[in-house]
């Protein structure tokens, strides 16, 4: 340890650049140099291998060659057993006041503190290769780069998890990945093995109500809230505990995809969630989170009808509100996918002083599993040297070699307690930022089994349907007559279904109409939940509790923002000039990205001669790809695209995704050819503007500035999910 670092508590001040500054040593740009070998020695020619003869074999001695291969024959490293498939994003977390009362955490207690985070977001069954947009939950991993060691909030967007004992995962894992004989299917839970296994385990019901709900088609990773899922603890400086959840709450809001559109992009645009956000990052719409606490004192832990350990169980905000706490903001795409977002490694066990975990038996499990994950993905315990993963502060300890090892230990003395190195590195105080367990007491005999507080599954499997919307009751019916439809075993569909009797009878009968089976009533071949109390259980039988959870349901709590939301603006040759400027520059001006979709790329003439520049062909992209579609008046352009099967396709589509669709004039007889039904539109000669269902039309004499105005607020609002009766009688 250098003299300077000796006897002081850890700095609070932060670079919020550290990391960045500290990835820097480590960037390498062949701009303007020689390439060269491994070694340093220049290359001279990398396009023949050396031969005896032009015509003859390559020989062993071609060292450029080999190790050209060799390098290459390597590339790989095993993808993570799950969430392989991911995008990540460096930034920075600034509290919004000082946390110093709740936890001792320093990059929590000081406000003027900005600390560097890595974040990756990912999908969790599929290969790293697969689609962005499946149904699955996705994970939302923070690593805070802190003064005090790196912390890891390893979460994902949906608050509860499918099992209550961290044993079952490699179940869970085995029973959702693609069987073993075949390997189908790729990243779906649309199968019998995956149904089979949840059918059995009724502690699954409340997740299983969440991955069926619209929050596991997230429209975007910037539009996703993030959960910590456990309880975990705050300790602060003077020993005291208490309970903390951890939410993050996207500034943009939570918005979803609709089924069928996943689906597709799932093909048109395997990389949509990845895209979405390095594009983002790109063009400065830096995504936001804010970080929000539950805290419920210790002395409070039975407080509830259900158990805080039981990681299947919400804490309803109604019964603990949520506090903002700060926010953090991604506003640099990595360098490097594999240096970066590959290798990060991330372990809910990366605590600071401050934070601590609780006994939940899903988190104790995940203590050990992370770490012993990464050393099959890395082959070497030396992970946490790579850039990635290096803490910003000084690492000092007897750890050594091992493959890869970086760092150069200086001396002889690698062993504590010693005197020969005066005892150091050393021991440090709590008071100097040592990392002190929370003391909680604990004691019992051995068993293994499962506390008894812990069975009630459904409870909250129902509080979430009956607080959903009767738009995302619907969505929700769809999704699981998709999933239990491609079941082919029916007496496993017919067990998910007693399951879902039990969570509410209506809703079982509306998923049973659609997949050709009976809800088995009076099945108690599946365990309800009525045991004998123990003591946990009884302590909780009175417990707070609350029928009705507003804060889980979507759309009750939708953010009316426009900023980088995508529109496509639909024309051919001879649109009106003037009113796409003035529409495009509302749009823009509402922070909305527009691209020109038509036919063919090139320039499009206006009605009045001048040129725009096409962004996109309807080869090259679909009504899939945007969040609204605006097409502007001008006979001559909209007549031809009432003669475009693409085009007509690209609007109806759009409608049938419940999209805001904005069109004047002339316009409208392509709305009424593309199907656009149950809508009222503005007389097409009028000067009056008629929003409707999100369908913004304008009389061909009405004011462009207001027609866009009402089509930038339709935006506002998202989807417009009144269409689906008209469209999809039930
Ligand atoms: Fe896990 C990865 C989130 C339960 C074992 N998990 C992983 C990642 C996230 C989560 C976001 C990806 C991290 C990254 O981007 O590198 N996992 C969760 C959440 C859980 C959860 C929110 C429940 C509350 N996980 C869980 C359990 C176990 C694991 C119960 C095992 C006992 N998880 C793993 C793993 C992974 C992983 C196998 C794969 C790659 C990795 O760890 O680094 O160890």
């Given amino acids: 340890m250098e003299e300077k670092d000796k006897h002081k508590a850890k700095p609070t001040h932060v670079d919020e650049n550290i990391k960045n500054k500290q990835l820097e040593q480590f960037r390498e740009d062949g701009k303007g140099q020689y390439m060269t070998t491994d070694q340093g020695v220049r290359v001279n020619h990398t396009d023949d291998s050396l031969k005896a003869g032009q015509r003859g074999p390559t020989l062993m001695e071609d060292f450029h060659f080999r190790e050209k291969m060799t390098h290459f024959d390597h590339e790989?490293?095993?993808?993570r057993a799950v969430h392989?498939?991911?995008?990540?994003?460096?930034?920075?977390?600034?509290?919004?006041?000082?946390?110093?009362?709740?936890?001792?955490?320093?990059?929590?207690?000081?406000?003027?503190?900005?600390?560097?985070?890595?974040?990756?977001?990912?999908?969790?069954?599929?290969?790293?290769?697969?689609?962005?947009?499946?149904?699955?939950?996705?994970?939302?991993?923070?690593?805070?780069?802190?003064?005090e060691?790196?912390?890891d909030l390893v979460g994902n967007n949906i608050p509860v998890f499918f099992i209550q004992d961290g044993i079952k995962f490699p179940d869970l894992v085995h029973a959702v990945k693609p069987d073993p004989d075949n390997e189908i299917p790729?990243?779906?839970?649309?199968?019998?093995?995956?149904?089979?296994?949840?059918?059995?385990?009724?502690?699954?019901?409340?997740?299983?109500?969440?991955?069926?709900?619209?929050?596991?088609?997230?429209?975007?990773?910037?539009?996703?809230?993030?959960?910590?899922?456990?309880?975990?603890?705050?300790?602060?400086?003077?020993?005291?505990?208490?309970?903390?959840?951890?939410?993050?709450?996207?500034?943009?809001?939570?918005?979803?995809?609709?089924?069928?559109?996943?689906?597709?992009?799932?093909?048109?645009?395997?990389?949509?969630?990845?895209?979405?956000?390095?594009?983002?990052i790109e063009q400065g719409n830096y995504p936001e989170f804010e970080l929000c606490v539950q805290m419920v004192d210790e002395a409070d832990e039975f407080k509830f009808d259900f158990d805080l350990l039981d990681a299947t169980k919400i804490i309803p905000e109604e019964l603990v509100p949520l506090k903002p706490i700060g926010k953090m903001?991604?506003?640099?795409?990595?360098?490097?996918?594999?240096?970066?977002?590959?290798?990060?490694?991330?372990?809910?066990?990366?605590?600071?002083?401050?934070?601590?975990?609780?006994?939940?038996?899903?988190?104790?499990?995940?203590?050990f599993s992370y770490l012993d994950t990464q050393l099959n993905r890395f082959n070497s315990t030396n992970f946490s040297e790579i850039p990635i993963n290096r803490p910003v502060c000084p690492v000092h300890n007897f750890q050594q070699d091992g493959f890869m090892r970086q760092t150069i230990n200086k001396g002889k003395v690698n062993y504590w307690p010693n005197s020969l190195a005066n005892g150091c590195p050393m021991m440090a105080p709590e008071n100097m930022g040592g990392y002190v367990h929370h003391a909680e007491k604990v004691e019992g005999h051995k068993i293994r089994a499962r506390s008894k507080s812990f069975d009630d599954h459904y409870s909250q499997a129902t509080l979430f349907w009956n607080s959903l919307t009767e738009d995302e009751k619907t969505h929700l019916v769809d999704a699981a007559r998709f999933e239990l439809g491609k079941v082919n075993t029916k007496a496993v569909r017919a067990r998910q279904l007693a399951n879902f009797h039990r969570v509410d009878p209506q809703f079982a009968a509306l998923v049973a109409a659609g997949i050709g089976v009976e809800v088995p009533i009076g099945d108690d071949s599946i365990p309800t939940g009525n045991f004998v109390a123990d003591d946990a259980s009884k302590k909780m039988a009175n417990g707070q509790s609350v029928k009705d959870s507003p804060a889980v349901s979507i759309d009750r709590n939708k953010k009316e923002v426009a900023k980088s939301r995508r529109v496509a603006i639909l024309l051919e040759d001879g649109y009106d000039y003037n009113e796409v400027m003035q529409v495009k520059e509302a749009l823009e001006a509402a922070g909305v990205t527009v691209e020109v979709v038509s036919k063919f790329q090139g320039k499009r003439?206006?009605?009045?001669?001048?040129?725009?520049?096409?962004?996109?062909?309807?080869?090259?992209t679909a009504s899939i790809m945007y969040d609204a579609v605006y097409i502007p008046d001008g006979e001559k352009s909209v007549r031809k695209m009432m003669g475009l099967g693409d085009a007509l396709h690209f609007v109806a589509e759009a409608f049938k995704h419940c999209k805001p669709i904005a069109t004047s004039g002339f316009g409208i007889n392509l709305l009424e050819k593309a199907f656009v039904v149950g809508v009222n539109f503005a007389d097409k000669e009028s000067g009056k503007v008629v929003s409707h269902s999100g369908v913004i039309t304008a009389g061909a004499n009405a004011d462009a500035g207001e027609f866009a105005n009402m089509f930038v607020e339709a935006i506002k609002k998202h989807r417009h999910w009144d269409r689906e009766k008209n469209m999809t009688p039930a």
């Fill in 76 to 79: 790989r490293m095993p993808e």
């Fill in 186 to 280: 790729q990243a779906s839970a649309a199968q019998d093995s995956f149904w089979d296994f949840i059918s059995l385990m009724p502690e699954s019901t409340h997740m299983i109500m969440w991955l069926l709900s619209d929050r596991a088609i997230p429209r975007s990773f910037r539009m996703m809230e993030g959960f910590g899922v456990h309880t975990f603890r705050f300790v602060n400086e003077a020993g005291k505990a208490r309970f903390v959840k951890f939410h993050w709450r996207p500034v943009l809001g939570t918005h979803s995809l609709v089924w069928d559109e996943a689906q597709k992009l799932a093909g048109k645009d395997p990389d949509w969630l990845r895209r979405d956000l390095w594009d983002a």
């Fill in 605 to 620: 003439l206006s009605s009045t001669g001048q040129e725009m520049e096409v962004d996109k062909s309807h080869v090259t």
């Fill in 329 to 367: 903001v991604l506003n640099r795409n990595p360098d490097n996918f594999f240096a970066e977002t590959e290798q990060v490694a991330f372990h809910p066990g990366n605590l600071v002083p401050g934070i601590d975990v609780t006994n939940d038996p899903l988190l104790q499990a995940r203590l």
């Fill in 84 to 147: 392989a498939r991911g995008a990540g994003a460096h930034g920075y977390f600034q509290p919004y006041e000082s946390m110093a009362a709740y936890t001792k955490a320093k990059f929590l207690s000081d406000r003027s503190v900005k600390t560097p985070v890595f974040v990756r977001f990912s999908t969790v069954a599929g290969s790293r290769g697969s689609a962005d947009t499946v149904r699955d939950a996705r994970g939302f991993a923070t690593k805070f780069y802190t003064q």
């Fill in 149 to 151: 060691g790196n912390y």
